[in-house]
Each structure stands twice: as structure tokens, then as C-alpha cells.
Antibody, heavy 123, light 107 residues
Framework: QIQLVESGGGVVQPGRSLRLSCVAS????????MHWVRQAPGKGLEWVAV????????YYADSVKGRFTISRDNSEKTVYLQMNSLRAEDTAVYYC????????????????WGQGTTVIVSS | DIQLTQSPSFLSASVGDRVTITCRAS??????LAWYQQQPGKAPRLLIY???TLQSGVPSRFSGSGSGTEFTLTISSLQPEDFATYYC??????????FGPGTTVDF
């Protein structure tokens, strides 16, 4: 079935880097915008970043701009989140999420969510 | 940036109750609003998009309404599986797709 599987989470020291990956299956990955959304322990959802279906546009939440980079490899059906200069406040479950509609980024909701990968930033 | 508020932040209800949650945007967003349900320990689930369109597979007891700056999510008859946290998200075409703070529906 349609699925997103994240990996790459773990425990990392403040100031270090981590790269998350998300592999898609059972849909035409190259037709969809992809997002990362995170949730700190006991907190609400925070939208982090989006990448257009063709990779030509990328946008970030102010809280991660300049530190995180979203990218994708459509041939590998994978979206990435490179996280640099990590801070304690980046500790969260990170979800990879798909746009609901092909070629139209975000306006119609996000309909497929991965199970999440946990990032803990701690010394 | 567009900010969203939700009210109430916590709602105590019983099975069979009619429940209404409100989401307000800091500026007009047409109908570019989605609602999600998150049960403890699980990923969120899309319930409604375009403010009032039910996502495929979502029970018809869920409905959404509103446009501009004020939106509502209504559950017509609360079921045991509906006890969860609900989030709105604005999708106005701004490249920052913010979520509301959430409303927890509990006993």
C-alpha cells in the first residue's frame, strides 16, 4: 500500500548534524510535493519544510531556516532532511508527509504520513 | 506570517455528544484549511481539506465549515475512537503551512 518510511533519527549532541531519509512506495513519488513535520515531546505539530514535486522550490519554517535543508531524489523515491547545527529544541518526532494532490503543493492538505523518526538532541 | 488559534484547547465530552472546535486565522485564508486527527502514539490523519471537504474514508459524522478567518470542525455524535487531539492547518499558498496549537477531546 501507499507508504512512507522514515529513518535516520537518533541521539546527537548539540551543534552536530543528522540526515533523515524517507522512502516512498506504491505511488508516483515524482508527482507529489513532500513535507517534513515535527512534534516535540508532549507538544503540537510544527510544519518544518516543503519541497516541490520537481525539487525546484523549497521553503522552511523560520525556526529551521539556514540550518535545515530539504532535498529529494525522485529516482530513488526518497526525500531527505539535512539537519545542521542542531539544538535541544529540535528534539522531536519527525514525520515525512505527502501532499494530497499531484503537482499542486499543499493547498489540499497532507494525506499520507510516515510513522515518524525520533531525533533527540542532548549532550 | 499567518497564525492560527484553536478553541477550546481542551474539551471534555461523552460518547454521543456533538462537539465543535473552532480555528481562527490571523488573516484571511479563503478556504485553504485542513483538519487532522491525532490519536496518542500515532501519526496524524487528514480528516478535512478545503475547509469542508471530507477526506476519503473519514466517517460522515465529521464535518467542516468556514472561510476567511473563522473555521469549525464538528463531530455530530462522538464515538469512542474520536477521543484524540485535533489540529487545523492553513494552506493559503503562503509557503509556510502552519498548524494550530491543537484541541484535545477527552472524557
Amino acid at each position: 500500500q501507499i507508504q512512507l518510511v522514515e529513518s535516520g533519527g537518533g541521539v546527537v549532541q548539540p551543534g552536530r548534524s543528522l540526515r533523515l531519509s524517507c522512502v516512498a512506495s506504491e505511488f508516483t513519488f515524482s508527482h507529489y510535493g513532500m513535507h517534513w513535520v515535527r512534534q516535540a515531546p508532549g507538544k503540537g505539530l510544527e510544519w518544518v519544510a516543503v519541497i516541490w514535486f520537481d525539487g525546484n522550490n523549497k521553503y522552511y519554517a523560520d525556526s529551521v531556516k539556514g540550518r535545515f535543508t530539504i532535498s529529494r531524489d525522485n529516482s530513488e523515491k526518497t526525500v531527505y532532511l539535512q539537519m545542521n547545527s542542531l539544538r535541544a529544541e529540535d528534539t522531536a518526532v519527525y514525520y515525512c508527509v505527502r501532499d494530497r494532490v499531484e503537482y499542486i503543493v499543499a493547498v489540499n492538505g497532507l494525506d499520507v504520513w510516515g510513522q515518524g523518526t525520533t531525533v533527540i538532541v542532548s549532550s | 506570517d499567518i497564525q492560527l488559534t484553536q478553541s477550546p484547547s481542551f474539551l471534555s465530552a461523552s460518547v454521543g455528544d456533538r462537539v465543535t472546535i473552532t480555528c481562527r486565522a490571523s488573516q484571511g485564508i479563503n478556504t485553504y484549511l485542513a483538519w487532522y486527527q491525532q490519536q496518542p502514539g500515532k501519526a496524524p490523519r487528514l480528516l478535512i481539506y478545503d475547509a469542508s471537504t471530507l477526506q476519503s474514508g473519514v466517517p460522515s459524522r465529521f464535518s467542516g465549515s468556514g472561510s476567511g478567518t473563522e473555521f469549525t470542525l464538528t463531530i455530530s455524535s462522538l464515538q469512542p475512537e474520536d477521543f484524540a487531539t485535533y489540529y487545523c492547518q492553513q494552506l493559503n499558498g503562503s509557503p509556510l503551512f502552519t498548524f494550530g496549537p491543537g484541541t484535545t477531546v477527552d472524557f
